[in-house]
């Protein structure tokens, strides 16, 4: 059931998956670790925009526009 804290929670875990890539990303360009790490970063973005684009939709889906009008921002 999609729900509110669903919603915030599928979000923060967005932004968590682009701060671990960006951050991985920068690790990779200062130390050199290597093309396998450039890779993660670049799927954990990926993904991040990935999930992103779920919630967007699962929240534009027709009838969730009830459950989800009391949500507080």
Do not use: K
Not at 59 to 70: C, E, H, I, K, T
């Amino acid at each position: 059931m999609t729900t509110c804290t669903t919603m915030r929670s599928t979000v923060l875990l967005s932004l968590g998956l682009l701060v671990a890539g960006v951050l991985l990303l920068l690790l990779e360009r200062t130390t050199g670790f290597g093309v396998g790490a450039a890779y993660a970063a670049l799927w954990l973005v990926l993904g991040a925009a990935g999930t992103l684009a779920a919630a967007f939709l699962i929240a534009v889906w027709p009838g969730n526009q009830a459950r989800l009008d009391g949500c507080r921002h």
